[in-house]
């Protein structure tokens, strides 16, 4: 169990991180910074979270975690009890928000990612994706068994890190690309004849 200092470090530090993004924009944080304004020393920055990339990745975490409890616990329709589609439709709803409420991290995730340690970001960057990945493919093979869920589902959440859904989202659109994510959901997964394969 985490003790108390280490507990009031660690939100100090993320609170720190948030109101330097906030601040100063996305590619302008260095541990340096951000262990002075949470009053802390740069080794226990760098302890706690091993890098720059790292400590984003706990910010990220902090704000996909309530999604990820509604994903397997909470209330239709993002949690169980719904069906595939109403499911689909508001998990994309959901990362929509925490995509528009968190531009400024993400971009500095994203900035992390290509140009200061692309090895360890990717790895921790594919937690987060690997469970929206089977999330995504397990409701679209629920509701089209003929469908290859697999591939589908990358394709559907690699389009949400494109250069265009960005521009949306900086530019107020979040509604438009809801409504095109609805729409492209539905018809999706709405039933159709089955798919024959080469050779069948």
């Known amino acids: 169990m985490e003790r108390a200092d280490a507990a009031r470090n660690r939100r100090a530090i993320l609170q720190a991180t948030e109101h330097l993004l906030a601040e100063r924009g996305a590619e302008h944080i260095s541990l340096d910074e951000v262990a002075a304004t949470a009053g802390v020393g740069k080794g226990t ?20 975690h309530e999604l990820q409890e509604a994903i397997a616990s909470g209330p239709p329709p993002l949690g169980p009890g ?37 090895a360890a970001g990717t790895r921790h960057h594919n937690e987060i994706y690997l469970t929206w990945h089977a999330h995504v493919a397990g409701l679209i093979a629920t509701a089209r068994p003929d469908l290859d869920a697999e591939l589908l589902a990358h ?22 690309l809801r409504d095109t994510l609805h729409t492209l959901t539905q018809t999706l997964l709405r039933t159709g004849r089955p798919r024959v394969r080469p050779g069948g």
């Not at 302890?47 to 902090?62: M, V």
């Not at 595939?84 to 992390?112: C, E, G, K, Q, W």
């Open 82 to 118: 719904a069906p595939p589609v109403a499911r689909l439709t508001a998990f994309f709803d959901a990362v929509i928000d925490i995509a528009t409420r968190n531009s400024a991290l993400m971009r500095a995730y994203d900035h992390a990612l290509a140009n200061q340690e692309p």
């Open 45 to 64: 920055v760098f302890r706690r979270f091993g890098s720059r990339t790292g400590l984003l990745r706990a910010l990220i975490l902090e704000r996909v």
């Open 155 to 176: 394709i559907l959440l690699s389009s949400l890190h494109s250069d265009q859904v960005r521009h949306l989202l900086q530019h107020g659109e979040s509604a438009r």
